[in-house]
């Protein structure tokens, strides 16, 4: 059974720091592609960053670029999100996917595996 944990989530003020936490189990976790999204009432849950170990890659939406980081420690079978220099719209439900499986890396439905989310809220 895979199962996708995210933790770290919180209330902070703007140029504030967070850093998220993915813990996955019962998933091929070294190799594979994963991402973080961000979804706020109202709207479609949008692609914030995605790694693929295999190749190094990183992707980021431009309102991220220079202030988050996406890695993984293979150990911990833990994907994080490092978030620097917060700003009020970074506010929002945070999850991890894994599994793409084609598609942009920002497409919600190109993976298979959810986490429930956690809470980031970012005060001006």
């Known amino acids: 059974q895979v199962q996708l944990v995210e933790s770290g989530g919180g209330s902070v003020t703007a140029g504030g720091s967070l850093r998220l936490s993915c813990a996955v189990s019962?998933?091929?976790?070294?190799?594979?592609?994963k991402g973080w999204f961000r979804q706020v009432p109202g709207k479609e849950r949008a692609g914030v960053a995605a790694?693929?170990?295999?190749?190094?890659?990183?992707y980021y939406a431009d309102s991220v670029k220079g202030r988050f980081t996406i890695s993984q420690d293979n150990a911990k079978n833990t994907l994080y999100l490092q978030m620097n220099s917060l700003k009020p719209e970074d506010t929002g439900m945070y999850y991890c996917?894994?599994?793409?499986?084609?598609?942009?890396?920002?497409?919600?439905?190109?993976?298979?595996?959810w986490g429930q989310g956690t809470q980031v809220t970012v005060s001006s």
């Open positions: 996917a894994a599994h793409w499986s084609g598609g942009g890396w920002y497409t919600p439905s190109a993976y298979k595996y």
């Open positions: 019962g998933y091929t976790f070294r190799t594979s592609w």
């Open positions: 790694f693929w170990p295999g190749g190094s890659l990183t």
